[in-house]
């Protein structure tokens, strides 16, 4: 049985050391380090996977989606669209007294009843309701717009047609995930184990506190996570005590390393990009535009939903579009207000959240 140990690795810190230790226990040509361009990555992120190279001796495999094909057959899909179904807006029903819900029935009388097993309210539709084809106009935008650019992030919101969000997180399955394991698989069929290390802790988030540290997949794949034990501080200290350098990113007050921005990102290192590296989300502005043009309903935002804006914006798109919301995260308060000192705060120096100025 040859064993080959695939190593995700991300310009983290993480991945850094989940590599290191890899190299550690396992022979080289038994390791293959693979990294998966999202194509919204940070420069710093790719002169970092060089500096690993250099500094580990090993190639690292770069791995990146494609999906010139999806976006074909989109294209044909928008050309023919000649549905022509509607789409309504409704209201809950209730009895003459206007508190009593009308329960909703079948066709035999009996109440219906949704997965939990609760009795559903009768709703009823209001309004014109909209058509939900695509419009002439639309299709015509949508097809100038709609053409593979070779960035996998922006070819993929293009393809959907909008920006991933928390709920439909398809950037990381898409661009990530399922570049990872195909390329796994790939190495399954010619006749390798594969052992897939993925650096991975508990203390990261609610999501991975269950993490395992190792599965047994099927098929010829095991995952193995080395990490799941360790807190952000272990790492830095592994790292520093094999002389590896952290990822200059940390040092200039980022949490974390990947897509800038994540649509995961919090108020503050919006901010802090924004300040930063204000050429990222002036390119994510211009894909704003670009995904729009390829949208039906002729918007789309990269952040979806930012509860505390303040004002009454006059629409959904001007209200969470890349400028508004750098805007409100330089405000304090919920965003209802500008913090002068935040205004000041000219970026000079190392701002590590991880305490790495020392
Ligand atoms: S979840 Fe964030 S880091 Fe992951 S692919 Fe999506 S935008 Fe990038």
């Known amino acids: 049985m040859t064993i080959r140990h695939v190593v995700s690795v ?66 044909t899909f928008i050309a023919r669209d000649r549905r022509t179904r509607r789409e309504y807006d409704t209201v809950p029903v209730f009895e003459a007294d206007g508190k009593t819900p009308v329960l909703k029935r079948d066709g035999r009388g009996q109440v219906v009843l949704n997965k939990k097993g609760e009795p559903v309210q009768k709703e009823r539709k209001t309004g014109g309701g909209r058509l939900v ?50 390329f796994q698989l790939e190495l399954i069929a010619q006749g390798y184990t594969v052992v897939s290390w993925q650096g991975v802790r508990r203390d990261e988030s609610v999501k991975r506190r269950d993490a395992l540290k190792f599965e047994v997949v099927g098929g010829g794949l095991y995952i193995y996570r080395p990490l ?24 200039q007050g980022m949490t974390r390393v990947g897509c800038m921005y994540c649509i995961n990102a919090r108020k503050e290192e919006i901010r802090e990009v924004a300040v930063r590296f204000p050429e990222h989300p002036a390119r994510l502005a211009k894909w704003e535009e ?21 004002g009454s914006p006059p629409s959904i798109y001007s209200r969470c579009k890349m400028e508004t919301v750098i805007e409100w995260s330089r405000t304090t308060r919920g965003g209802k207000q500008f913090s002068l000192l935040e ?3 000219v970026p000079t120096a190392c701002s590590s959240a991880y305490g790495l100025c020392e």
Request: with cysteine; charged share 25%.
């Open 10 to 75: 991300s310009g983290g810190k993480d991945s850094a050391a989940t590599l290191l230790i890899a190299l550690e226990r396992f022979s080289r040509e038994s390791i293959v380090p693979i990294f998966c361009d999202t194509g919204n990555e940070h420069q710093a992120v790719y002169e970092y996977l060089d500096y690993l190279e250099l500094a580990l001796d090993i190639k690292i495999t770069r791995l990146k989606a494609n999906f010139d094909a999806e976006i074909a057959s989109k294209r």
């Open 133 to 182: 084809r695509w419009t002439n106009k639309a299709k015509r935008r949508a097809l100038a717009a709609l053409h593979p650019s070779g960035n996998p992030f922006l070819d993929l919101c293009m393809w959907k047609g909008r920006f991933p969000s928390r709920k439909a997180q398809f950037c990381t399955e898409q661009l990530k995930r399922d570049i990872a394991v195909s």
């Open 228 to 251: 799941v034990e360790w807190s952000a501080a272990d790492v830095f200290a592994y790292c520093t005590a094999r002389n590896l350098q952290p990822n200059p990113l940390y040092r």
């Open 290 to 310: 670009i995904v729009s043009q390829c949208s039906k309903r002729g918007f789309s935002t990269f952040f979806h939903k930012v509860d505390d804006l303040s």
């Open 343 to 345: 205004q000041l705060d």
